[in-house]
Nanobody, 118 residues
Framework: QLVESGGGLVQPGGSLTLSCAAS????????IGWFRQAPGKEREGVGC???????????YYSAPAKGRFTISRDKAKNTVYRHLNNLEPEDTATYYC??????????WGQGTQVTVSS
């Protein structure tokens, strides 16, 4: 099971850190993807962190996220974090983490809402 938290209302230019905590399995064994879905739009991938157990733990970001969003992993807490900086109203969406970097992930979190508004 994956559980996201950390969403909320933030002003443009602000920052948030989203958490993706795992229970029942070791998060570090998996590539963990972050996705978001804005109202009326399709879900899109916004980044991924590869397993540091089977791969090198490197991170990948989609074009909208580059330079503003980062991903980190805390093995001791079995948690992956998504750091959102310099948020824009266009970043308003429900953010999800998943147990793979692709849409074919078998385990998804319930999502956490991020609203960017003044």
């Amino acid at each position: 099971q994956l559980v996201e938290s950390g969403g909320g209302l933030v002003q443009p230019g602000g920052s948030l850190t989203l958490s993706c905590a795992a229970s029942g399995f070791t998060l570090d064994y998996y590539d963990i993807g972050w996705f978001r879905q804005a109202p009326g739009k399709e879900r899109e991938g916004v980044g991924c962190i590869s397993s540091s157990y089977y791969r090198d733990g490197s991170t990948y970001y989609s074009a909208p996220a580059k330079g503003r969003f980062t991903i980190s992993r805390d093995k001791a807490k079995n948690t992956v974090y998504r750091h959102l900086n310099n948020l824009e109203p266009e970043d308003t969406a429900t953010y999800y983490c998943a147990s793979d970097c692709s849409e074919e992930a078998t385990t998804w979190g319930q999502g956490t809402q991020v609203t960017v508004s003044s």
